[in-house]
């Protein structure tokens, strides 16, 4: 019974902090602004990053939406992780997998994100977009709840294997550029600008937020992680 409440205790105390609720309001809204800035990509057509290829190839053959894809993708990769890499998911990991799908399916219907009209315009939605997963990685990253269920993965299998994060993110990105191509997903000019510019952005908005230095020269050394 002590030890129940000895643990009880620290929990309810960190429940009524002020300290939690604005990283919990800092979190929600990094994975709000993501689904925006996904939904910015999907509708630039010019090519997405390679995770929303897989999605979008995935929604292609089952006719689920690519909200839902991305919930069903984040939950395996989060068991695969506790199961095969033993990598415990955090409250951010859950809510990521939970929460950005349907954002993105909601901003997909707005009327106010348009289709782009040709090159220049498709590229410069695309880029407002890239500059928002930079801003909406700053936000949950720095908020400390847990990477996503793709960072949290890649983590495990880094460590798994003994390789780098460089390294086992950018073979298992690969390995999903090809299979959501091979769906139907759409790879293209925005695949390249997303791979040279988005670790820019986390970093500079990392940076901002204040994110620990150590966490810094990790993502300096890794390709940069993204959550979609």
Not at 13 to 30: A, E, I, K, P, T
Not at 71 to 99: C, D, E, F, H, W
Not at 149 to 170: M, Q, Y
Not at 210 to 220: G, M, V
């Amino acid at each position: 019974m002590r030890l129940k409440l000895s643990l009880m205790f620290p929990l309810r105390s960190s429940l009524v902090s002020l300290s939690f609720w604005r990283r919990f309001l800092q979190l929600n809204s990094g994975l709000m602004i993501f689904g925006l800035a996904i939904s910015l990509m999907l509708k630039a057509g010019i090519g997405l990053d390679p995770w929303s290829v897989f999605h979008e190839g995935m929604s292609k053959q089952t006719g689920l939406s690519f909200g839902r894809i991305t919930q069903l993708v984040g939950l395996l990769l989060i068991v695969l992780s506790y199961l095969l890499l033993r990598s415990k998911p955090g409250l951010g990991t859950a809510l990521n997998m939970l929460l950005v799908g349907p954002w993105v399916d909601f901003y997909r219907l707005q009327p106010w994100i348009p289709e782009a009209q040709g090159w220049l315009w498709g590229i410069s939605q695309f880029m407002v977009g890239v500059i928002l997963i930079g801003l909406a990685s700053g936000l949950y990253i720095a908020a400390n709840f847990g990477a996503g269920p793709r960072d949290g993965f890649v983590l495990g299998l880094a460590l798994r294997l003994k390789r780098s994060i460089r390294l086992s993110r950018a073979g298992l990105e690969l390995l999903v550029l090809t299979a959501g191509f091979s769906l139907g997903g759409p790879p293209g000019l925005g695949t390249v600008l997303f791979a040279l510019t988005v670790g820019v952005f986390m970093q500079f908005f990392l940076r901002l937020f204040r994110y620990q230095a150590s966490a810094l020269q990790t993502s300096q050394t890794s390709v940069p992680a993204t959550e979609t």
